[in-house]
C-alpha cells in the first residue's frame, strides 16, 4: 500500500456521521472562507452557511466585504486583508459581520494566508460565533479552575482506563505526582489498592453510562503509613454526540468519619458481647461449663481462640495474695477456636495441670493481676507464651500474631487467667480490646468463682456423703444384696438419700434406704445422724413401726426434719419381711414368672412430722423372689407424671430376672438423665434358700 492510499484509508476511516458526530469543533460550528488576492470569494463551507445565513452559490464569486462587512467598516476590513495578502502575518480578533437576514453578529475570525503550487496568493477565515465561543472558554476555563484547585481528588481516564488528568489533591492522595499517573491504568499506578473492584466499576460505568456514586474504599497508598478509607464515585464522560470519551473519578478522603463510625461499631460490638455474656456465662454451677462458656463469648467476636485456667492453689482452696509468687500451676478448664487450628493443640488441654515460671506471659498476668497485652508478637513473644519450644512452633505455624493475658479477679482475689489470640484476624489486639476483655473477665470470674466455690463445696458433700454411707455390705444368710447410689448432676448439690444393710440377732438383716430432703453438707449431715441412731435402733430387736416411731422423734430436733424412709427386716428362716413406710415410696416385688408389683403399703408420714402412726406389714417371701427399694430421685421428673414413671419402673423389671448389678445398672441408666437435680439410692435384695430352721 503506497503513503497516498494509506492516508486516504486514514481518512475514510475517521470520516464522521453527520447524524452522530459530536465534539468540541462541532459545538464551534467552525465556517472556513477562502477569498482570492482580490478579496472575492472562491471557497464557503457549509458551516459558513450557517454562520452567515448565505448558501454557496449566493457568496462565491462576490467580494467578501460588500458581502459581509458594514458600510462603515469596509475599509478597515480591506486594511487588515491587504496586510495579510502582502506580509502573510496572521491576524486574529472579533469582528462584527452583517447576517443575511440584516442583523449584525459578533464572529471571532482567525485569517492567514495560502498560497498554491502556482504561487498564487489566498486568504484563509476560520470563523465561529464569538458568544459561543466565549461560553465555551468560560466553561473550560471554569472546569479547568475546578479541577485544579478543588479540594476533592479528580482523575480523567479515557477508554482505556488510562489516566489523562489529575489534579494537585488526587496527587496528593495517591503519594503519587501526575507525571506518574498519565498514561498508566490505575493497576499500573496504584497497583496496593482494590484494583480489581476499582477497574471492574469503572467498566461498568463506561458500558452503562450510570454513573456509581459513593463507592467505599479502604486501603493504603505511598502517602500513608497507615490504613485510609475514602468515598469514590465514577461518571462517564460523553461527548456532545454521546460517544463515550472516558470516566471521572472523584475522591473523598472520609477517614475521619470512617474511624469515627468503626469507633461506634466497636463500641457497639462491645456492648452487644457484654450483654451476650451476661446471658450465656453462668448458666449452671459446672466449673468447666461455665469456663466454657466464658471462652465461646470471647470466639470469635475477640479472639481467634481462647483458654481459661484456674490455678490450682484456688481449685484446692488456698488462697492467692495478689503478690509475685513465683512459678503459677494451672488447671486448664476450655480451649475454644472459631476454626480448626493447630493453635489448640498448643494450648494445655482441658483438665490438664501446666505449671508455667516467673517468665511467662501468664504467670506475671496472674501474679500482678493486671493484663498483659503483647500486640504484636515474636518469635521471642511465643516463647514465652506458649508452655514449651513444641507449644511456641504450633503457635508460629498457626500464624498467632497478637496475644492478651486477662486476669480472673474475684472478691478480690486472682483465680485464674483467659488468654486470647488472634491468627485469622488481622488487626492486633488494642486497648480498646484490653478494656473489653477485662470487662468480661470481671463479669465471668465472679461465675467461674461461685462454680469452683460450689464443686468444693459439693465435692465436700459427696466425700461427706460416701463415707457416712456403709461400704460394700456383705452378703447375709438368705440374701444377695446389690446397691447404687448416684449423686446429682453437675448443676445441683448434693442431697441426703442414704441406704443401708444392717445385720440382726437370729440371722435377721434390716434394709434400710431413705431420704433427708434438702441438699449440701446440711442435708449429708442429717442423713448421718439418722443413719447412725437406726443402726442403734436395730439393736433393741424392736418391730419396724416402733424404729421409725423412735426415728421421727429423733428427727424432730434435728435441722432437717422432713425425711422419708422405708425399713425392713428380712428373717431367713421364717421367709417372711416386715416393712414400714414413711412417706416412702413403696418397694417393688419381683417374684419369677409374675409382673412387679408395687407393694400396696400404708404410706405413713415423713420423719420429722410427728403425731402420725406407723404401720407393720408382713410379707411372705420365697426363693428368687426380689425387693427393690428405692428413693425418688429415680423416678420422679419434671415433665411426666409420677404414675407414668411408676409404670415405667415395673416395665423395666418385667421379663427374665436379671442378675442383681445388671438390674441396678438398667435402672440408672434407663431411669436417669445427665444434669437430673436429685440423688438416687437404690438397693435389690434376692431371696436366697436356706436349710430349715433347725428351731
Known amino acids: ?338 476454626y480448626p487450628t493447630g493453635a489448640v493443640q498448643a494450648t494445655d488441654q482441658t483438665g490438664e495441670l501446666a505449671q508455667y515460671d516467673t517468665d511467662r506471659v501468664v504467670t506475671h498476668c496472674v501474679n500482678t493481676g493486671r493484663p498483659v497485652l503483647v500486640a504484636r508478637v515474636t518469635g521471642q513473644d511465643l516463647r514465652r507464651i506458649a508452655r514449651d519450644d513444641d507449644a511456641a512452633a504450633l503457635l508460629a505455624a498457626a500464624g498467632v500474631h497478637s496475644y492478651l493475658a486477662v486476669p480472673l479477679v474475684a472478691r478480690g482475689e486472682v483465680i485464674g487467667a483467659v488468654g486470647l489470640m488472634r491468627a485469622r484476624t488481622a488487626a492486633p489486639f488494642d486497648e480498646d480490646d484490653v478494656t473489653l476483655a477485662v470487662e468480661l473477665a470481671a463479669r465471668a470470674a465472679v461465675c467461674v468463682d461461685n462454680a469452683r466455690l460450689f464443686q468444693n463445696q459439693r465435692h465436700a458433700a459427696l466425700t461427706l456423703q460416701r463415707n457416712l454411707l456403709p461400704h460394700q455390705p456383705a452378703n447375709r444368710l438368705g440374701l444377695e444384696i446389690a446397691h447404687r447410689y448416684q449423686p446429682s448432676g453437675a448443676t445441683s448439690e448434693i442431697g441426703g438419700d442414704w441406704f443401708d444393710v444392717i445385720p440382726l440377732a437370729d440371722d435377721k438383716t434390716a434394709l434400710v434406704i431413705g431420704d433427708v430432703m434438702g441438699s449440701g453438707i446440711a442435708a449429708a449431715a442429717t442423713m448421718g445422724q439418722l443413719r447412725t441412731a437406726t443402726r442403734t435402733l436395730t439393736q433393741l430387736d424392736l418391730d419396724p413401726s416402733r424404729v421409725l416411731q423412735y426415728l421421727d422423734e429423733a428427727a424432730a430436733g434435728m435441722e432437717h426434719t422432713i425425711t422419708t424412709c422405708a425399713y425392713a427386716v428380712y428373717d431367713p428362716w421364717r421367709a417372711e419381711c416386715h416393712i414400714s413406710l414413711a412417706g416412702h415410696l413403696p418397694p417393688v416385688l419381683m417374684r419369677p414368672g409374675r409382673l412387679p408389683e408395687l407393694l400396696d403399703l400404708p404410706t405413713g408420714a415423713p420423719l420429722g412430722v410427728g403425731g402420725v402412726p406407723f404401720h407393720t406389714t408382713r410379707i411372705a417371701l420365697a426363693p428368687d423372689d426380689q425387693l427393690v427399694l428405692y428413693t425418688d430421685g429415680l423416678v420422679e421428673t419434671r415433665d411426666q407424671s409420677l404414675d407414668e414413671r411408676l409404670d415405667l419402673l415395673l416395665s423395666l423389671l418385667a421379663g427374665p430376672h436379671r442378675p442383681l448389678e445388671d438390674t441396678c445398672d438398667l435402672l440408672l441408666r434407663a431411669l436417669r438423665r445427665p444434669g437430673d437435680h436429685d440423688d438416687v439410692a437404690l438397693l435389690v435384695a434376692r431371696m436366697l434358700p436356706v436349710e430349715p430352721d433347725p428351731r
Open 1 to 338: 500500500m503506497s503513503t497516498s492510499d494509506a492516508f486516504r484509508a486514514e481518512i475514510h476511516s475517521t470520516e464522521a456521521d453527520p447524524a452522530t458526530s459530536g465534539g468540541l469543533l462541532d459545538v464551534l460550528s467552525l465556517a472556513a472562507v477562502v477569498l482570492d488576492d482580490r478579496g472575492r470569494i472562491v471557497f464557503w463551507s457549509p458551516q459558513a452557511e450557517d454562520l452567515f445565513g448565505y448558501s454557496a452559490p449566493e457568496a462565491l464569486g462576490r467580494p467578501a466585504a460588500l458581502l459581509l462587512v458594514a458600510e462603515e467598516n469596509r475599509d478597515l476590513v480591506v486594511e487588515l486583508f491587504t496586510q495579510v495578502m502582502k506580509s502573510g502575518r496572521r491576524w486574529a480578533g472579533s469582528f462584527p459581520v452583517r447576517h443575511k437576514d440584516g442583523s449584525t453578529r459578533l464572529v471571532e475570525f482567525r485569517n492567514m494566508r495560502l498560497q498554491d503550487d502556482l504561487g498564487d496568493f489566498y486568504a484563509l477565515g476560520i470563523a465561529t460565533d464569538h458568544p459561543t465561543l466565549r461560553r465555551v472558554e468560560r466553561d473550560l476555563a471554569l472546569s479547568l479552575r475546578l479541577v485544579a484547585q478543588s479540594p476533592i481528588g479528580l482523575g480523567v481516564t479515557d477508554a482505556d482506563l488510562r489516566y489523562v488528568l489529575v489534579n494537585p489533591a488526587l496527587e496528593q492522595i495517591n503519594g503519587l505526582p501526575a507525571a506518574e499517573h498519565l498514561g498508566r491504568t490505575i493497576r499500573e499506578a496504584l497497583p496496593f489498592l482494590d484494583v480489581e473492584t476499582i477497574e471492574s466499576s469503572m467498566r461498568e460505568v463506561l458500558a452503562t453510562g450510570v454513573p456509581l456514586l459513593d463507592q467505599f474504599v479502604v486501603g493504603r497508598t505511598p502517602a500513608d503509613p497507615e490504613d485510609r478509607a475514602w468515598s469514590v464515585s465514577y461518571y462517564r464522560l460523553d461527548d456532545p454526540a454521546g460517544h463515550p470519551l472516558g470516566v471521572a473519578v472523584s475522591v473523598v478522603d472520609v477517614t475521619e468519619q470512617h474511624r469515627a463510625a468503626a469507633d461506634v461499631a466497636r463500641a457497639r460490638r462491645r456492648l452487644a458481647v457484654v450483654a451476650d455474656a451476661s446471658v450465656r456465662i453462668g448458666t449452671t454451677l459446672d466449673l468447666k461449663q461455665t469456663a466454657r462458656e466464658l471462652a465461646e463469648v470471647c470466639v470469635p467476636q475477640l479472639a481467634d481462640v481462647t483458654t481459661v485456667d484456674i490455678l490450682d492453689s484456688v481449685l484446692h482452696g488456698r488462697r492467692t495474695t495478689g503478690e509475685p509468687v513465683g512459678p503459677a500451676r494451672f488447671r486448664a478448664l476450655a480451649v475454644v477456636a472459631a
